[in-house]
């Protein structure tokens, strides 16, 4: 659905997402969203450019709970993981100067 996304599940949510060893994005939505594309246009150029330093994942929210642990309940939302923790969110559709800082603070650039 999202070309260069892994998909999660609530199984592997905390261990890919938020333990993993590399940073990562993570789209939180479902797949019927009419919003899913503009948020995927705009993802999809950082996932190409960042794809070998940042994991790029999505869930879908009908099917798994991990979001609402999170206290996510707007959706399409945007996290940016790194070291376990949250380190912005973005439950609008971000521009591209927002999805750079974000990316900059998950590479510590």
């Known amino acids: 659905m999202f070309d260069g996304f892994e998909e999660l599940t609530d199984q592997n949510f905390y ?10 994005v993570v789209l939180l939505t479902t797949p019927d969203n009419p919003r899913n594309q ?3 246009d705009t993802l ?6 960042y794809g070998d330093k940042i994991d790029f994942y999505w869930l879908d929210v009908s099917k798994h709970t991990s979001a609402e642990d999170l206290g996510v309940f707007d959706f399409p939302t945007v996290l940016y993981f790194r070291d376990t923790m949250e380190l912005e969110r973005h ?17 510590r650039l």
Not at 44 to 49: A, G, R, T
């Open 44 to 49: 999809v150029k950082y996932q190409k450019l």
């Open 15 to 24: 261990e890919k997402a938020m333990a993993s060893e590399k940073p990562t």
């Open 38 to 40: 503009s948020f995927y």
């Open 91 to 107: 439950d609008y559709v971000p521009s591209e100067e927002d999805v750079e800082r974000a990316i900059r603070r998950l590479l």
